[in-house]
Nanobody
Framework: QVQLVESGGGLVQAGGSLRLSCAAS????????MGWFRQAPGKEREFLAT????????YYADSVKGRFTISRDNAKNTVNLQMITLKPEDTAVYYC????????????????????WGQGTQVTVSS
């Protein structure tokens, strides 16, 4: 498994921006597809974005497409989620996740694919 630590959450006004980061250790990062998910109180975990091990492929949930951008730096073992035009409904705990996918191009929206999860970082968007 991979150890994942998220950072960058906080309180922001509607329309604002945040950049989340996730630092990975314990496994060859460049062999892992990465994903971002979130969970709001009383709601199920929601897929947001995924990026392939090489960084060449990405995919977004419709709810965040055009507002969120996932990226990774394999030299620094980090994956980021840039969020703009935030809305109150974006309030949730945000999690990064890693899944082994050597080959470079695989991505997944399924939580079950990912075998390692971070502890989460709170994002609160005020209206």
């Amino acid at each position: 498994q991979v150890q994942l630590v998220e950072s960058g959450g906080g309180l922001v006004q509607a329309g604002g921006s945040l950049r989340l980061s996730c630092a990975a250790s314990g496994r060859t990062f460049s062999n892992d597809a990465m994903g971002w998910f979130r969970q709001a109180p009383g709601k199920e975990r929601e897929f947001l974005a995924t990026i392939s091990a090489s960084g060449a492929n990405t995919y977004y949930a419709d709810s965040v497409k055009g507002r969120f951008t996932i990226s990774r730096d394999n030299a620094k073992n980090t994956v980021n989620l840039q969020m703009i035009t935030l809305k109150p409904e974006d309030t949730a705990v945000y999690y990064c996740a890693a899944g082994s996918a050597p080959g470079g191009s695989y991505i997944s929206i399924r939580a079950g694919f990912y075998d390692s999860w971070g502890q989460g970082t709170q994002v609160t968007v005020s209206s």
